[in-house]
Structures are given as C-alpha cells and as structure tokens.
C-alpha cells in the first residue's frame, strides 16, 4: 500500500492454465517478497528476492515461479503444477526490517 | 522449525474494553516483533513494532511488551473502537540465515469490537 501496486485484485484461472500476478513498487526498496494467505492461517513466504535478478525459494515454492529483472518489479506466476491455487497473494517489500504489504490479488480456480 | 503460536484465533470485545492478543516465538535468536492489522480484502498493515532490547512500546492507543526470557509478546489494545475490527497478525524475524532474516507471521486473530 502506498506504493505498492498488486494487480488484478480479483483472477480466476481455469485449470491447466498458467497465470501472472503483478507486483510493483516505488519505494526503492531492494527486498521483495510473496506470501500466500489462506483462511485461518498466517502468511506463508512462496519467493522472497533481495536484490535484481536474484530470488530465492520460501517455504511453499513448489509451483510457482518469479523474475526480477528490474528493482520495481516481483512478478509472480503461478502454474498449472500448483494443484490448489486459490488463495489470496500478497507482494511486500522491506529496506531495512519493517516489511510493507500490497492491496493483494485474490485467484479462484473455476 | 521456527514457529510463532498466536492466541485467541478469535476475540469479541465491547467498545471501550481494552483488547489483548499473544504471541509465542521459538528461534530465541529472533530480534524484531512487528504487529499487523488487516481489514476485509486488504494488505496488512504495520501498525507498531517492538526491537528486543526494548520490554515495552505505547503509541497512542496501542501498546506492545515482549519478554524475552519467556519468549512472548503481547499487543494491547485500549478504549477499543469499531474500527478497531479487523484481523491481527504478529510476526517474528530471527537472526541471519542463508542470507535472509525470515520474517515467521502468527496465524492471526480476528478481533470484532461491539459498539
């Protein structure tokens, strides 16, 4: 938020497909995170990148996949070998330790 | 593994009563405890955080404490408000690992203020 811009807010994909969740940022932060929220649970990391054309692997990576080619911008896609896509996705960003989260992006498999 | 346990999962005041979540962490190397609040189809929100060599942090109506030694905090909610309603997530980030501090979040806990 406040400089943080996720988009679409809303995306359904139907199965099979491969989709991008966008994440981008002005706040020069080098950091650059995803989390997957699911109901009654807390943030889980998916990819975390801490600097360009660097990204490592969190906790739940299996399915996913990220760039950062550029500071401004995390991209997330998430594929069809993620067999329970739907959740909400959120993008933060850190400079030092207080992280920063998007509005999010909410994706429904139908 | 590393683990934050958040208590209660859900938590129903009256307005005006003061509110009161916990928080334990297990990697006694952790250094940072922030709080976020998130509302309906939102980002969460940072709200107040604490370092560990500070017991105790207050910002208006809203109050952290940590104890180290028992590995705990807490956020304190006063005089709470209706738009105080929302879930809270707290959050633990332990020394450098692999290059990365991890930040481990709580599974939150959806506070409802009654007017």
Not at chain 1, 77 to 99: D, I
Not at chain 2, 19 to 43: H, M, R
Not at chain 2, 84 to 109: E, H, M, Q, R
């Amino acid at each position: 938020d406040g400089g943080i811009t996720q988009s679409p807010k809303y995306l359904f994909r139907k199965e099979g497909q491969n989709v991008t969740l966008s994440c981008e940022q002005n706040l020069n932060h080098d950091a650059m995170y995803w989390y997957r929220q699911d109901p009654g649970q807390g943030l889980r990391l998916i990819y975390y990148s801490q600097i360009v054309n660097d990204f490592q692997k969190g906790d739940i990576a299996e399915g996913y996949s990220v760039s950062r080619e550029k500071k401004e911008s995390f991209p997330l896609t998430v594929t069809s070998a993620q067999k329970n896509p739907t959740a909400f996705y959120l993008c933060a960003t850190s400079w030092t330790a207080e992280a920063f989260f998007g509005q999010g992006t909410r994706l429904t498999v139908v | 593994g590393e683990n934050v346990e958040q208590h209660p999962s859900t938590l129903s005041v009256q307005e005006g009563d003061s509110a009161v979540i916990k928080c334990t962490y297990s990697d006694s190397a952790s250094n940072y405890f922030p709080w976020y609040k998130q509302e309906l189809g939102k980002g969460p929100q940072l709200i107040i955080d604490i370092r560990s060599n500070v017991g105790e942090k207050k910002d208006q109506r809203i109050a952290v404490t940590l104890n180290k030694t028992a590995k705990h905090f807490s956020l304190h909610i006063t005089e709470t408000q209706p738009e105080d309603s929302a879930v809270y997530f707290c959050a633990a980030k332990g020394a450098i690992s692999g290059g990365y501090n991890k930040l481990i979040f709580g599974a939150g806990t959806r506070l409802a203020v009654h007017p």
